[in-house]
């Protein structure tokens, strides 16, 4: 396809695979579309080694890393020589352990100090700092920053080492902000998306980004998962698609079976913007750990980030692993980011069938536009 | 355009124009669109008035008519023999009265019993009957339902007179029951549009009730207004675009000075679903009068429909007719139902003016997606 971002970044098909699995961004890379990292689960070494895994798959096509550089931290998190989940208050601790044994989860309640420390920074400024060198020392075409404007030392060392910065937004204001701190590309991402998002619908805030922003070119993202969504999303004016729920269903996701088939049986309704898997609202799978945060009785309200993700992830992790083995307490609790599409997600296909179709499908509807317009 | 409903209709632009403004229907009509005019603010006679005129703009192009008729209604406020208003709890009717005093809002309480009761039974089953009957007195080319189901009766007397009946819909199961229930069209209305919605954006929407119902033709509703908007909407499927915010700022709108300048000033992030005007969820810009409902301090909470109707309609008359007079606390507790497109409505344009301009983009949309797909 003949947009800007193709022949900026030498790809076929402007399809952006947001994902946390080497195997996912390697198969779209692979498909003739631009798979992206997620490297928020990732120490630095870690990082090396998947960005290492995936140079050997690609053969030297672009792909993308993406690290999530909120705007705004609790500083006090941010004392490098406290431990951060000493930060989290102990009725909040209680809440967990109350949840848990509510919901039969069995696995044993362990302290998280060191874990959480690890985790905890890399959603940091300075933590995400040590991802992007990493990430710089492999072909990487694209480098992007989920949260708030892209620090001014990462510009820097990205416009050095010749790699575009993409950064997402939901609000026109959000997106000047971005292009003013120097990103390349913007990600104009509606509020059906899975993860952190705003207020907006992608039909409402795909054009005014596009045009707040021009030249700069804006990829759309939230509530497209099919060519029919690409096809309106280019019509809004965008030269290319940001996807990230539609992989969490196929093949190769990292995505566990208990989620995943919550997945496959959802409805667009089953979604919620909630607090409680982060800090900030994020859209997610409806479970009882987010009604339970949300509008329990009991619920402290979640905490800030990065102090409620520690929170969350500790015991997700138990709840996962409870939820594999058939509990159907912690099958109730568990959940995962997921965008509105989830309800057109109904079977688990490979990622590179899913790149297929959608390519397929685009060019139907751009083709049924043509005739019903009489263009021919 | 060679859509079906384009041919069913007798038009030439799919472009349907929702609005209770009798001069923005004919305006859209006579432009090759379909004006649908919202009959939830007459009375049975004025109604009848308003379409005689509309029959003598138009020159027998096709318009419509859309009736509110709620799905569920309190049971209680539907005997005849009772004023509605006093089903009205004795705090809620102080609360109007301390929230007017407190904005400083110089009109008058009077008491509202007459006319509310005449209102509220509009929004009833049996009273949208009175206006069906009207409206198929006039030759009328859709009539449409905007809560619910059609009432069996409704769509028995529009299949006698050849009048398609159309249904707006939220959700693909409430699709699935609205076809049942005999709907010839729907609209598939995303959580970002004006007036009310629910949950999922029109995105993500609007495939689903398209795959759910076919052969039956779907406009798409929510976050429309301009050409690209709906290049993009029919890149998801839709057989056409249903509009209503777009028209608000018009010349011709029946909105009031001071809402139409809170409209062009407000942008995307200004509107709330809220159940402050209306009793069930609602998409409106924000105010001081939906802040006090939902989130003020003294709030006694929405009443269900049509309650709460009554008591917001009896006070916005006071607020807006005081607001108009320039009174700084009137002017922060006016507002409207609106979409998410407030954000794009920048200037007063002639609703004809608007039709042409969306043709136009529209055009321009579909043949940048033929370029970018090569396909010339």
Known sequence: ????????????????????????????????????????????????????????????????????????????????????????????????????????????????????DEFGRRVTAAGATGLIDVALKHPIGLIASALGPPPPEMVARAREAGVPVAALVGTVEHARRQVAAGADLIVAQGTE?????????????????????????????????????????????????????????????????????????ASSLDTVRSRSRTGKPARQLKSAWTEEWDSGQESPGPLGMPLQLLVAEGAMARIGAAAEKGEPGAVELVNYFVGQVVGQLDQVRPAREVVYDMISEFGEAVERLRLLTGSD
């Not at 004016?237 to 995505?255: F, K, Q």
Request: include cysteine.
């Open 1 to 116: 396809m003949r947009t800007s971002i193709c022949e900026r970044l030498g790809i076929e098909f402007p399809l952006f695979a947001f994902s946390h699995c080497r195997d996912v961004v390697a198969a779209v890379t692979n498909a003739g579309g631009f798979g992206v990292l997620g490297a928020i689960a990732y120490s630095p070494e870690q990082l090396d080694t998947e960005l290492t895994w995936i140079d050997g798959q690609v053969g030297g096509r672009p792909y993308g890393v993406d690290v999530l550089v909120p705007g705004k931290v609790d500083a006090s998190a941010l004392d490098r020589q406290a431990h951060l989940m000493d930060f989290v208050p102990e009725r909040h601790r209680d809440f967990v352990t109350h949840l848990l044994s509510k919901y039969g989860v069995s696995a044993p309640i362990q302290p998280l100090t060191a874990a959480a």
């Open 193 to 265: 998306a899975g993860g952190h998002t705003g207020d907006i619908s992608t039909m409402v805030l795909v054009p005014q980004v596009v045009d707040a922003v021009a030249p700069v070119p804006v990829l759309a993202a939230g509530g497209i998962a099919s060519g029919r969504q690409m096809a309106a999303a280019m019509a809004l004016g965008a030269e290319g698609v940001w996807c990230g729920s539609v992989w969490l269903t196929t093949e190769e996701a990292e995505t566990s079976p208990a989620v995943k088939r919550k997945f496959l049986a």
